[in-house]
């Protein structure tokens, strides 16, 4: 049974789910669109944002995204952010407003020890929550550096879950070689897809980019 209504994404949100996933068949509850981020910070209104982060040689864990991610939420919660739910309420964004997804347990530690204030766990774990802010991270620098590979990292499912937790803005954190990976199967095409479509029409926070 398809159920072709989401009560929790904004429309700027569900229109990549929906795309990508669910053959255009899913729309957003009306009311979601007044579901939006106020913020003097880099990341407001509602939608998709992006913020590649180079690093190399790491597998299931990177510092280097932790440290991005810690100053992305500083950035949030020290910007005078302030977010409406779909009943048009406008509330304080605050620590337990924020959701951090990553793949690999090793990340979701190392992610923790850093943030013990933010929730933080892999996207099984996620299933069913939402929250009006939800960062992913990758952790991974490349396809190749990837546990178990492509099977993993880009089975769409887990991009589907964690950035469908999010009522106002998902922050995809990684590494931009991510986005280049070498597909040898069409299987694969279609799995790399959906990361390089939330790449094409996020709102980019970097210059660290792959063209």
């Not at 994404?9 to 106020?38: A, M, V, W």
């Not at 690093?55 to 910007?79: M, P, Y």
């Not at 304080?92 to 933010?118: F, G, M, T």
Request: proline share 6%; aromatic share 8%; glycine share 4%.
């Amino acid at each position: 049974l398809f159920l072709d209504t989401s009560w929790r994404l904004n429309p700027d949100i569900c229109q990549f789910t929906s795309e990508i996933y669910y053959e255009g068949r899913l729309s957003p509850k009306e009311e979601t669109t007044k579901q939006k981020l106020h913020s003097d910070s880099r990341f407001k209104g509602s939608g998709l944002y992006y913020v590649p982060v180079p690093h190399e040689g790491n597998r299931n864990s990177s510092d280097e995204e932790v440290t991005v991610i810690h100053a992305i939420v500083d950035e949030l919660l020290n910007s005078h952010s302030t977010w409406v739910n779909r009943k048009g309420e406008k509330l304080p964004l605050r620590a337990e407003h924020i959701l951090i997804v990553a793949p690999y347990n090793a990340q979701v530690n190392a992610l923790k020890e850093r943030l013990p204030d933010i929730k933080v766990g892999t996207v099984d774990k996620f299933q069913g929550m939402e929250a009006p802010v939800v960062i992913y991270s990758m952790a991974s620098s490349s396809p190749e550096e990837a546990p178990r590979g492509m099977d993993f990292l880009y089975d769409p499912n887990r991009l589907n879950v964690a950035t469908s937790r999010a009522q106002c803005i998902s922050i995809l954190v990684a590494s931009p070689n991510l986005m280049l990976p070498e597909c040898r199967t069409v299987e694969h095409m279609k799995w790399a897809n959906g990361l390089c479509r939330y790449r094409e029409i996020s709102i980019s926070q970097g210059r660290n980019e792959v063209s």
